[in-house]
């Protein structure tokens, strides 16, 4: 199976579906990303250029099952397409944050949190425990 985000114009993820790689074949019987988006476009009404391919084991640039990572992350319903950088982020949690090209994540000034108990003040800059 195939994964396929929907995109909006403005590159936010609407859906998230699957597709038979039996639809993604071409002429040779290689799989195509291009057939993908026009079987797509034609069974969705929503063009083609606005589905892009993703792999649903990529996390922060890494593959979880020991395979190439493809486009950064997963995509998310709600999260970003970046064309620029062809991968698929979260949306910017705050605008202090800077994205991380390496490991396809965004980051704080002060680094990752200490643990997951914490969370992000904006105004100073820091984290803190509730």
Same mark, same amino acid.
């Given at each position: 199976?195939?994964?396929?985000?929907?995109?909006?114009?403005?590159?936010?993820?609407?859906?998230?579906?699957?597709?038979?790689?039996?639809?993604?074949?071409? /002429?040779?019987?290689?799989?195509?990303?291009?057939?993908?988006?026009?079987?797509?476009?034609?069974?969705?009404?929503?063009?083609?250029?606005?589905?892009?391919?993703?792999?649903?084991?990529?996390?922060?640039?890494?593959?979880?099952?020991?395979?190439? #990572?493809?486009?950064?992350?997963?995509?998310?319903?709600?999260?970003?397409?970046?064309? /620029?950088? /062809?991968?698929?982020?979260?949306?910017?949690?705050?605008?202090?944050?800077?994205?991380?090209?390496?490991?396809?994540?965004?980051?704080?000034?002060?680094?990752?949190? #200490?643990?997951?108990?914490?969370?992000?003040?904006?105004?100073?800059?820091?984290?803190?425990?509730?």
């Amino acid at each position: 199976m195939a994964h396929f985000a929907k995109l909006s114009e403005e590159n936010v993820v609407l859906n998230i579906v699957t597709l038979d790689n039996k639809h993604m074949l071409d /002429e040779n019987n290689n799989e195509s990303e291009a057939v993908g988006q026009a079987y797509l476009a034609k069974h969705n009404n929503w063009p083609a250029n606005l589905w892009k391919q993703y792999s649903y084991y990529t996390v922060n640039n890494q593959h979880q099952q020991s395979g190439t #990572p493809f486009r950064g992350n997963a995509a998310n319903i709600g999260g970003i397409w970046d064309p /620029e950088n /062809e991968i698929f982020m979260t949306q910017k949690p705050f605008p202090s944050w800077t994205l991380d090209l390496a490991e396809a994540k965004w980051k704080s000034p002060a680094g990752d949190a #200490p643990d997951r108990d914490h969370l992000w003040n904006e105004d100073t800059q820091s984290w803190y425990l509730p």
